[in-house]
Nanobody
């Protein structure tokens, strides 16, 4: 079991960058596939990007490909989300999620552990 806490959200201008962190406690994140999801107002939660336990090539949605990067910090037991060239449509509540199961990487129900989210707002 792992407890997840997101941090790093805030207000950023279009074209700017922001870095989110997902910290794990009561468990090592290296043992889990970790993903980021987001939910904009009045919209369903959607998959953003994920990294497998082996830390191999991440999988990302088309909407963020080439702009968002995911990585692990093994020393800190965190998974980082670097968001670049941000757009107003990136505005959402961002959640990290983790699973030890081999399941469809983009589905919410593939993940067993969730953080409470951190708000990201892209606006001038």
């Amino acid at each position: 079991q792992v407890h997840l806490v997101e941090s790093g959200g805030g207000l950023v201008q279009p074209g700017g960058s922001l870095r989110l962190s997902c910290a794990g406690s009561e468990g090592a994140l290296i043992d889990y596939r970790v993903a980021w999801f987001r939910q904009a107002p009045d919209q369903e939660r959607e998959f953003v990007i994920a990294i497998n336990r082996g830390g191999d090539i991440p999988y990302s949605s088309n909407s963020v490909k080439g702009r968002f990067l995911i990585s692990r910090d093994y020393a800190k037991n965190t998974v980082e989300l670097q968001m670049n060239s941000m757009k107003p449509e990136d505005t959402a509540l961002y959640y990290c999620a983790a699973t030890s199961r081999l399941a469809t990487i983009t589905r919410e129900d593939s993940y067993d552990f969730w953080g409470e989210g951190t708000q990201v707002t892209v606006s001038s």
